[in-house]
C-alpha cells in the first residue's frame, strides 16, 4: 500500500477533535486498509472511528462493536469495525471470521489489536491512542500512515 514508518504524533482535547481526526484519514484512504488501535478503556478509539466513518460517507453510526465483535459501516468505502477485546485465541480469532477481510477493498479498524497483534498484516496502520495531562487530552500516535493529517 505504500505506508511509511514515520511516526505522527498529535493531541486533541477533546472527542469531537478526536472524531475530526479520524475524518481527516477518512478523506484519503483508499480502501483495503488495516488500522490497528491500542489504547485504554475510554481512550477515543471507538471516538476515532466514528470519525472514521463520518469521513467515508456512513454517517454518524459507529458504536463499540464489544457483543457483536465486527460492525460493517457503508459509504464510500465500506468499513469493517472490529473489537478484539474479547478474543484470548486463535480459535475466537477465527471464529469472527477477520480472515475473510483481510486483502479487500474494506477498511478494517480493529480496536483493542494488541489482542490479535500476530494476525495484522505487515502494512497495518497503528494508531495508539493514550490519556493526556486533562481529562480530555488525548496522546495520539500514528505509525505506518504516509497520508497527511
Given at each position: 500500500?505504500?505506508?511509511?514508518?514515520?511516526?505522527i504524533?498529535?493531541?486533541?482535547?477533546?472527542?469531537?477533535?478526536?472524531?475530526?481526526?479520524?475524518?481527516r484519514?477518512?478523506a484519503?484512504?483508499?480502501?483495503?486498509?488495516?488500522?490497528?488501535?491500542?489504547?485504554?478503556?475510554?481512550?477515543?478509539k471507538?471516538?476515532?472511528?466514528?470519525?472514521?466513518?463520518?469521513?467515508?460517507?456512513?454517517?454518524?453510526?459507529?458504536?463499540?462493536?464489544?457483543?457483536?465483535?465486527?460492525?460493517?459501516?457503508?459509504?464510500r468505502?465500506?468499513?469493517e469495525?472490529?473489537?478484539?477485546?474479547?478474543?484470548?485465541?486463535?480459535?475466537?480469532?477465527?471464529?469472527?471470521?477477520?480472515?475473510?477481510?483481510?486483502?479487500?477493498?474494506?477498511?478494517?479498524?480493529i480496536?483493542?489489536?494488541?489482542?490479535?497483534?500476530?494476525?495484522?498484516?505487515?502494512?497495518?496502520?497503528?494508531v495508539?491512542?493514550?490519556?493526556?495531562?486533562?481529562?480530555?487530552?488525548?496522546?495520539?500516535?500514528?505509525?505506518?500512515?504516509?497520508?497527511?493529517?
Amino acid at each position: 500500500m505504500g505506508y511509511s514508518d514515520k511516526e505522527i504524533n498529535l493531541t486533541t482535547n477533546s472527542a469531537d477533535e478526536t472524531q475530526a481526526l479520524g475524518e481527516r484519514l477518512a478523506a484519503q484512504l483508499r480502501g483495503g486498509e488495516v488500522i490497528a488501535f491500542t489504547g485504554g478503556m475510554g481512550a477515543g478509539k471507538t471516538a476515532f472511528t466514528r470519525g472514521i466513518a463520518i469521513g467515508l460517507g456512513a454517517g454518524d453510526v459507529a458504536s463499540s462493536p464489544t457483543f457483536a465483535i465486527v460492525n460493517e459501516y457503508t459509504g464510500r468505502l465500506t468499513l469493517e469495525h472490529f473489537d478484539m477485546y474479547r478474543i484470548e485465541s486463535w480459535d475466537d480469532l477465527y471464529s469472527t471470521g477477520f480472515f475473510d477481510y483481510l486483502d479487500t477493498e474494506r477498511v478494517l479498524v480493529i480496536e483493542w489489536s494488541e489482542n490479535v497483534e500476530a494476525a495484522l498484516p505487515e502494512d497495518v496502520i497503528r494508531v495508539d491512542i493514550g490519556r493526556g495531562y486533562g481529562d480530555n487530552e488525548r496522546i495520539i500516535t500514528i505509525t505506518g500512515w504516509k497520508g497527511v493529517l
